[in-house]
């Protein structure tokens, strides 16, 4: 199977307020659980904990409960500890909502998350999409992809990618398609691996590596905070809203397009009611008039889909993903019928 490298994302927002007996539009404020919480699966810092923090946000300002949310770390296999956990009813919090990106899905397709499935939790809202970004010190040579393009070709040993994911991961996989693009072999390739973008972040500071193959708003979130950073490309198919001055990485002669979608999941212990209490909320906050700064306040582009409708586009996308993998050497599990 050829994947393409241009994903195409579809955007839908399910509505099942009128289901619930919710307005549409207008609604002040929703319910949601007593004392929430969103486990970030990764170390502080990165494209997890961003969506933990946007989703506690939203509760602040569209839920009826007083507790804000609590936002706790667990870090393992860039979200298969987690996953592993939640599935096996060893979760301390069985209600807690998870944050989970594409990335997440192209590891529970090379079967990274052990033997467990998409079905084997519950999808809840997809919060917005994130795009993949090549970033250097600030003081490197490497100003545009060309130029990193004709260092790989001088010598790929000298060129060290660092990211958060071992081989395999999505900025691994961003990594290959970049060295790939450059008409070389991605199995020479040298790759730091580390525990969440963060981590990757200050490696790069430190010239430990020379590349971050991230994410942009993690990129873009450290760059603003202080990091000695410079993103030279986004992997968008058009330049970002918030960020009008990067050049994407097809105006470069890079024909690659990665989005990455940022959400959050529940368990199975999670019931009926308590899961359809969450989609509304989720469903209900995003209708808002102020999500979409809420939304570029952490740096994602629009992309809202939940429930039913989500679990349904998890499941294609895994399967995509068994392919991209496939197409890259990658090991994948035989799929399960």
């Known amino acids: 199977m050829n994947w393409p490298l241009r994903v195409t994302r579809r955007f839908a927002l399910q509505s099942s307020l009128a289901f619930a007996g919710l307005p549409l539009q207008g609604m002040a404020r929703a319910d949601i659980l007593d004392a929430p919480e969103c486990i970030v699966p990764a170390k502080v810092g990165g494209g997890f904990d961003l969506t933990c923090k946007l989703v506690g946000t939203l509760i602040d300002r569209h839920s009826t409960r007083g507790s804000p949310l609590r936002v706790n770390y667990l ?8 996953y592993d956990r939640v599935v096996t009813g060893r979760l301390p ?30 999808w809840v809202a997809a919060v917005g999409t994130d ?10 040579a490497i100003h545009t992809l060309q130029d990193l393009k ?25 990594a290959a398609l970049i060295v790939k693009a450059a008409g070389l072999d991605h199995k020479g390739m040298r790759f730091v691996s580390f525990e969440g973008g963060g981590e990757a972040i200050s490696a790069l500071e430190g010239r430990h590596v020379t590349v971050f193959c991230g994410d942009a708003a993690e990129a873009f979130q450290a760059a603003d905070a202080g990091a000695n950073i410079r993103v030279i490309a986004i992997l968008s198919d058009k330049r970002v809203a918030s960020r009008p001055t990067v050049a994407v990485g097809i105006e470069q002669g890079f024909n690659l397009v990665w989005p990455v979608i940022r959400g959050v999941y529940v368990g ?4 009926d009611a308590e899961y359809r209490r969450w989609v509304d909320f989720f469903e209900a906050a995003m209708l808002q008039s102020d999500y979409a700064s809420i939304r570029q306040q952490y740096g994602l582009s629009s ?21 991209l993998a496939q197409s890259l050497g990658l090991r994948v599990p035989p799929q399960k019928t």
């Open 150 to 174: 004709l260092q790989l070709q001088r010598d790929l040993s000298r060129v060290v990618f660092g990211a958060g994911g071992t081989v395999g991961s999505q900025d691994w996989v961003k």
């Open 93 to 122: 919090n069985p209600h807690a909502l998870i944050a989970f990106s594409g990335g997440s899905l192209l590891n529970l397709a090379q079967g990274k998350f052990g033997p467990h499935q998409t079905s084997d939790v519950r």
């Open 131 to 140: 795009y993949g970004a090549i970033a250097v010190p600030k003081d490197s």
């Open 303 to 323: 992309f809202t889909m939940t429930g039913e409708v989500l679990t349904e586009f998890v499941g294609k996308e895994v399967v995509k993903y068994r392919g």
């Open 268 to 271: 199975q212990a999670v019931s």
């Open 75 to 82: 870090p393992g296999g860039i979200g298969a500890v987690a």
